[in-house]
């Protein structure tokens, strides 16, 4: 069974750019979380999707959105990008919603803002 | 102020030696999981624990759940090198709405 993809992996932007990142989860796994991590603030949960509805959402400005398509894919923005939006950004994807099943995590999207 | 707060934050032994890494929360929690991350990957869960007092083992890692289901400790028998990688708690509580939170982890380096 194919893990959990994310494109791109690595990804350099300018301030004031936007940003799609895109999460393929693992065949059958219906719910996908994003994370944003940083060696200050480690691992911050930015949102959960589950059956194209977002089911929970992290303390993060509406600069930050996401959505999931019916194949269960699922994408991320950002838009108006900071300096502090440089992070390594994590999907993960579980057959029920997160906090019922275990999670499993792709190996990350780098975003870098120049 | 972190939910999960995760100590040491950093950790260098050599090969060989026992470790503990601790994850504590004011908060109890109906669940809490392990995970080590690697560089350029993501996290990988190691386990689960459920029940207060809970106690799990892996090959050389011993996963302990507090009484009270507010607090783990994860225990390393003779480490080894291939043990390093960052090291991370991750619980459930029902006041955060049943997101997974997690702890800020533990960077382990094992020296041969």
């Known amino acids: 069974k194919a893990g959990v993809t994310q494109t791109p992996r690595y990804l350099i932007k300018t301030r004031g750019q936007q940003v799609t990142l895109s999460c393929s989860p693992i065949s059958g796994h219906r719910s996908v979380s994003w994370y944003q991590q940083t060696p200050g603030q480690g691992l911050q949960f930015l949102f959960e999707y589950f059956s194209e509805t977002q089911r929970n959402k992290g303390n993060f400005p509406g600069r930050f959105s996401g959505r999931q398509f019916s194949n269960s894919r699922s994408e991320m923005n950002v838009s108006t990008l900071e300096l502090g939006d440089s992070a390594l950004y994590l999907c993960?994807?579980?057959?029920?919603?997160?906090?019922?099943?275990?999670?499993?995590f792709g190996p990350g999207t780098r975003l870098t803002v120049l | 102020t972190q939910l999960l707060e995760q100590s040491p934050q950093f950790l260098s032994i050599q090969e060989g030696e026992n470790l503990t890494v601790y994850c504590n929360s004011s908060?109890?929690?109906?669940?809490l999981q392990w995970y080590r991350q690697e560089p350029g990957e993501g996290p990988v869960l190691l386990v689960t624990?459920?029940?207060?007092?809970e106690v799990k083992k892996l090959k050389r890692l011993t996963f302990q759940f507090g009484d009270a289901r507010k607090d783990s400790s994860l225990h390393i028998t003779a480490a080894q090198p291939g043990d390093t990688g960052l090291y991370l708690c991750?619980?459930?509580?029902?006041?955060?709405?049943?997101?997974?939170?997690f702890g800020q982890g533990t960077e382990l380096s094992v020296k041969p």
């Open positions: 993960a994807s579980s057959p029920d919603p997160s906090g019922l099943s275990e999670q499993f």
């Open positions: 991750a619980g459930v509580t029902n006041n955060q709405g049943g997101k997974l939170i």
């Open positions: 624990v459920v029940t207060g007092g």
């Open positions: 908060s109890v929690f109906s669940s």
